[in-house]
């Protein structure tokens, strides 16, 4: 069974600072997405990464897969408070998506 | 492109009442649809898939026979809590994937409040 852990689950950070969220899967996906969640709202797809080693960049959000460490990581960069939401990784498992805890992030001046 | 609604995007409901979601693709197929929940501060929860003319299969722990689940055209499938109670009350999520790229669309979401 597809286990997906993220971690931290809350992130408070500094505007103009960085920081790495991670997400852990237990066995192989063919596809990882990140979400962004805004509070009372639904789903915003940001990224999908398909094969190892792929990386893909929007704005201050940067995503990455290692398919052999299982592990997929979103970095924010320079962080503003537009970008206070909740983040989750999900992956792909016989067509079903599996999700992790999600992580809050909060941008404070 | 690529649009996925929810009707309602909010109800409440008298306890012992039932109340039906839809959700709809709009500007493509998805012979495949998925029903999520999701408490307060929490993940988003699977809790059944819905496939275009058959029957819905369920995750382990979801009642059947209280949701409801319904698939009768490339675009819309429908969700109805029969009997909801209070603990019922969630945002329900779904989600349409186009039968053409695979990919899935989530909908906007709707919030049931059972009082």
């Given amino acids: ?109 | 492109g690529a649009v996925v609604s929810q009707h309602p995007s909010w109800v409440i409901c008298k306890s012992g009442t039932s109340v039906k979601i839809e959700c709809r693709s709009l500007d493509f197929q998805a012979t495949t649809m998925f029903w999520y929940r999701q408490f307060p501060k929490q993940s988003l929860m699977l809790m059944a898939t819905s496939n275009e003319g058959s029957k819905a299969t369920y995750e382990q722990g979801v009642e059947k026979d209280k949701f409801l689940i319904n698939h009768a055209s490339l675009t819309l499938s429908t969700l109805t809590v029969t009997s909801a109670h209070p603990e019922d009350s969630s945002f329900y999520i779904c989600s349409a994937r186009d039968r053409a790229t695979y990919e899935q669309y989530f909908g906007p979401g709707t919030r049931l409040t059972v009082t």
């Fill in chain 1, 1 to 109: 069974e597809l286990k997906v852990e993220q971690n931290p689950l809350f992130l408070s950070m500094q505007e103009g600072k960085n920081y790495t969220i991670y997400c852990n899967y237990s066995t192989t996906s063919d596809r990882l997405y990140w979400y962004r969640q805004d509070p009372g709202k639904s789903l915003e797809s940001l990224f999908v990464l398909l094969s190892n080693g792929a990386v893909k960049q929007e704005g201050r959000l940067m995503a990455s897969l290692d398919t052999k460490a299982r592990l997929s990581t979103l970095h924010i960069t320079a962080a503003v408070h537009d970008l206070s939401a909740t983040y989750f990784c999900a992956l792909n498992q016989g067509g079903k998506l599996i999700f992790g805890q999600g992580t809050e992030l909060s941008v404070k001046p």
